[in-house]
């Protein structure tokens, strides 16, 4: 008789990691958002996934790419956006900067770097593993993440590919329109951006300063 494996314990069979040293962590929560994914980063403390395609983020002073803490301080790149950002603590990214996050503590999203728009993924981590592994190409940017590696090596692991022309600006998922950049780097690029476009109607002209 078969058992049936979480769409988490399928994620975790495709990950290469884990980027820190094991830990013990505790949001002070028992169910929920927030106490699953202490349970994954106690489980691999940072991995990859999709070829580089998905990064959850590790925790901890020592190892390698973004530490989830400092990820979600102010210093890293949240500023930019203004408040923007600030309800959602992210823990993970796509190989664009699309950020993965918690909202409110109960709800996983995926928040848009160019936009700052929210969009709902569940109610647990569990509820986000298997929206990736529905499509794998598409929400974990699997097939591109492959073909770029390919291409140019793999990526970092502090970085993430930027567009040089904004893909909610007709920018295309094509090699010569991503760069590698830092992953916070990229984020303080676009956060302006998504600030003074927020409530802009199609067709408005704007003038970006980037600090």
């Not at 974990?140 to 893909?167: C, E, I, K, T």
């Not at 920018?171 to 329109?177: F, I, L, Q, T």
Request: aromatic letters at 10%; hydrophobic letters at 45%; charged letters at 25%.
């Amino acid at each position: 008789m078969s058992t049936a494996t979480s769409a988490l314990d399928r994620l975790l069979d495709l990950a290469r990691g884990p980027m820190g040293p094991a830990v013990d962590l505790d949001f002070g929560v028992e169910q929920g958002p927030f106490a699953e994914l202490a349970a994954l980063l106690g489980r691999l403390n940072g991995f990859f996934a999709f070829n580089g395609g998905v990064q959850v983020y590790r925790v901890g002073e020592e190892g390698l790419g973004p530490e989830l803490l400092e990820w979600n301080g102010e210093d890293a790149w949240k500023s930019a956006y203004q408040g923007l950002a600030d309800q959602v603590f992210c823990f993970g990214q796509d190989l664009f900067g699309v950020q993965f996050g918690i909202l409110d503590g109960t709800r996983v999203v995926r928040f848009d770097p160019e936009t700052a728009a929210v969009t709902d993924l569940g109610e647990s981590l569990e509820d986000w593993a298997g929206w990736l592994l529905a499509d794998p190409d598409v929400n974990g940017a699997r097939s591109f993440a492959h073909a770029y590696m390919q291409a140019n090596g793999p990526l970092p692991v502090d970085q993430r590919l930027l567009p040089r022309r904004f893909f909610v600006l007709g920018g295309e998922y094509a090699h010569d329109n991503l760069v590698p950049e830092d992953a916070a780097a990229a984020m303080r690029v676009r956060g302006p951006f998504a600030h003074a476009t927020r409530d802009l109607p199609d067709g408005s002209r704007l003038k970006i300063e980037v600090r």
